[in-house]
């Protein structure tokens, strides 16, 4: 059974900068693509970014670009989303989710890509 555990969410006030992190548990970590969602309440759970397996390609929902940034450490099975310049916007529960069968970055906007999924972790920006 895989494990995936979110982790550094908090409340910030706008500008500020959070830094969220997932372990994956198994041994398909180095052989995923990662990918990072939210939710925000009353909204649908959206898509913010993804890092290829090697960490060589990343994709980012527009809203997010130039202030986020994915990144993985494959040996300690993390993936962390460095979150920059935070807007009230950017509230939502936070998901880290990992995606073992796609052996090509593609649809990884998608929520049906991925196989495994965290508890989320809850961030807050205030005004």
């Known amino acids: 059974q895989v494990n995936v555990v979110e982790s550094g969410g908090g409340l910030a006030q706008a500008g500020d900068s959070l830094r969220l992190s997932c372990v994956v548990s198994?041994?398909?970590?180095?052989?995923?693509?990662m990918g990072w969602f939210r939710q925000a309440p009353g909204k649908e759970r959206e898509f913010v970014a993804a890092i290829s397996r090697a960490g060589l390609t990343t994709r980012y929902v527009e809203s997010v670009k130039g202030r986020f940034t994915i990144s993985r450490d494959n040996p300690r099975n993390t993936v962390f989303l460095q979150m920059n310049n935070l807007k009230p916007e950017d509230t939502a529960v936070y998901y880290c989710?990992?995606?073992?069968?796609?052996?090509?970055?593609?649809?990884?906007?998608?929520?049906?890509?991925?196989?495994?999924w965290g508890q989320g972790t809850q961030v807050t920006v205030s005004s």
């Open positions: 989710a990992q995606d073992r069968h796609n052996p090509y970055f593609q649809g990884v906007e998608k929520r049906s890509t991925y196989d495994d």
């Open positions: 198994g041994r398909t970590f180095s052989v995923s693509n």
